[in-house]
């Protein structure tokens, strides 16, 4: 009988292993305590599945580089669920379940691609861009460096342009207007996904 076993755990294995799905990218850089939902202690390195779900620890931050260019910073005390990537259709869908990252685009964008962040506040559009989220107070804020995106939830919708910001409290609230954040303010952003070294 446990001949038999071990002969179908070895047929099974490589589906077991090709069910995590296909490598998307690979982790570039790491500060502190970066985990995989199974967890694995990532390294620099490390190989990044489709489907895979990031998670920090007080101390921690991660920089993923995905195949195709697009750079994902995960902030300390994050989780970040990588929920839908299909890199030859160009489709994105990052579920960020709490904590702060910088999503960069990469060059590869097509004009059908779908690319967008999931917040349990509001969901982000991205056009070609370089945007941070996160908390600050008591609210999930949004900020664009570059590029353009819509922050959308069932209460409105608001386009960000260069240097501007929004925050949302519920998915049921429309996101604030658009607004210039001052230079303090970018700089605390920052600083949630910004490596010590």
């Known amino acids: 009988m446990k001949t038999i076993f071990t002969f179908m755990f070895t047929l099974l294995l490589p589906c077991i292993v090709w069910a995590k799905g296909d490598v998307i990218g690979y982790v570039t850089k790491v500060e502190g305590g970066a985990y995989t939902v199974d967890g694995t202690q990532l390294r620099k390195g ?3 599945f489709q489907e895979d779900l990031i998670t920090t620890s007080s101390n921690g931050k991660v920089l993923v580089r995905l195949l195709e260019g697009t750079e994902l910073t995960v902030g300390s005390n994050s989780t970040i669920s ?5 890199l030859e259709e160009d ?3 990052l579920n960020v379940l709490k904590g702060a990252y910088l999503y960069v685009t990469g060059k590869g964008k097509k004009q059908t691609s779908q690319r967008e962040i999931k917040t349990e506040f509001a969901t982000v559009g991205i056009r070609g861009t370089t945007v941070w989220g996160g908390m600050l107070e008591t609210t999930c ?3 664009v460096v570059e590029g353009e995106v819509s922050v959308k939830s069932d ?3 608001v386009i960000l342009k260069p240097g501007e910001g929004t925050a949302t409290a519920s998915m049921s609230m429309a996101p604030t207007p658009a607004k210039k954040w001052p230079e ?3 700089k605390r952003a920052v ?6 070294e």
């Open 46 to 48: 490390a190989e990044i």
């Open 82 to 86: 990588l929920e839908d990537f299909k």
């Open 91 to 93: 489709k994105q869908i």
């Open 141 to 143: 804020e949004i900020f």
């Open 155 to 157: 209460g409105g919708e």
């Open 184 to 186: 303090k303010k970018v």
């Open 191 to 196: 600083a949630t996904v910004t490596f010590a």
